[in-house]
Nanobody, 115 residues
């Protein structure tokens, strides 16, 4: 079965950096488009970034452009999100996503940006 396990979240000061990871299993990761989303209480889940199966092409929400970098390691079935210049408004639970006829989500990892 499809499994997505996020890790790497935590508490960081404004301006700091974090690198999130998502370990994927149960599907053909190397041929799948992958995405990161985030969600704060009371709000809808928000798309953050997308990466194509090869990793060559990436797309970012305006809020992430220039600060976040999505990447993948197809040899390890792992997706990453490097987040730099973090702001308090980046505080959220971050989820990786695989869409294979159904939206699959991990359990999420909490990112808190606060001084």
């Amino acid at each position: 079965q499809v499994q997505l396990v996020e890790s790497g979240g935590g508490l960081v000061q404004p301006g700091g950096s974090l690198r999130l990871s998502c370990a994927a299993s149960g599907f053909s990761f190397s041929t799948s488009v992958m995405k990161w989303y985030r969600q704060t209480p009371g709000k809808e889940r928000e798309w953050v970034a997308t990466i194509t199966s090869s990793g060559v092409t990436t797309f970012y929400a305006d809020s992430a452009k220039g600060r976040f970098t999505i990447s993948r390691d197809n040899t390890k079935n792992t997706l990453h999100l490097k987040m730099d210049s973090l702001k308090p408004e980046d505080t959220a639970v971050y989820y990786c996503n695989y869409r294979g006829g159904y939206d699959y989500w991990g359990q999420g990892t909490q990112v808190t940006v606060s001084s």
